[in-house]
């Protein structure tokens, strides 16, 4: 079996950009730390720089350490969701992951797929975003990333057919005052994301 997670971390951090599978759909990312990868990722993707990617994030011991500047309330909502199909909106005062915050500065999406296998010992943060064009469908295989895309890219990890529905998208921006969480994308279960934060005395709104 080759070694996918070695194969990208030194693929990503060399300034490519790759397709990469989730527990949702295919992922176009580049290293967080990379300015050459994220500069061509955005201009792969079409996507001004002031738009917010997200921090895309495989390895546990990565995600801890991405959490870890958050308040007790925020860290323990965040990990009720993570590893799992939700992208997270949290604070970051500290400016690390500016590089996927946009014209968003001082918070970041936070996106831990649950997976595992190789997959799960990538170790770089990543700035990534979905592997289609702007509005366009999200993409469950690698055949139906547009052709413009797979043309483009370094590396290209085939795990087969995914869900196909994009993750959730949940702003804990204000749950450390005791502020809701906001469901801004339901994501393939929105009832799971309402599950998860529940117990933590945390109420949940959804759009509309």
């Known amino acids: 079996m080759r070694d996918w997670a070695a194969i990208a971390d030194e693929a990503l951090a060399g300034g490519a950009v790759g397709l990469l599978p989730t527990d949702t759909v295919y992922g176009l990312a580049a290293a967080l730390d990379s300015e050459d990868g994220v500069a061509a990722l955005y201009a792969l993707k079409g996507r001004p720089r002031s738009q917010p990617c997200q921090v895309l994030v495989y390895h546990r011991d990565r995600l801890d350490e991405a959490l870890a500047p958050l308040d007790d309330r925020t860290r323990d909502a965040a990990r009720a969701l993570l590893p799992g199909p939700a992208t997270c909106l949290v604070p970051d005062p500290a400016a690390r992951f500016a590089a996927a915050s946009g014209d968003a500065a001082g918070s970041v999406g936070v996106r831990a797929p649950l997976v595992d296998g190789p997959l799960a010992e990538i170790a770089l943060f ?57 469901l801004l994308r339901p994501g393939p279960d929105p009832e799971a994301v309402v599950n998860a934060l529940t117990p933590l005395g945390i109420d949940v709104e959804r759009p509309g």
Do not use: C, F, K, M
Request: proline letters at 11%.
């Open 126 to 182: 990543l700035v990534a975003t979905s592997a289609n064009d702007p509005g366009g469908p999200d993409p469950a295989r690698l055949d139906q990333v547009p052709d413009r895309i797979r043309d483009a890219v370094r590396l290209q990890i085939d795990a087969g057919e995914l869900p196909g529905t994009a993750s959730a998208v949940v702003d804990l921006r204000e749950v450390a005052g005791g502020g809701p969480a906001r």
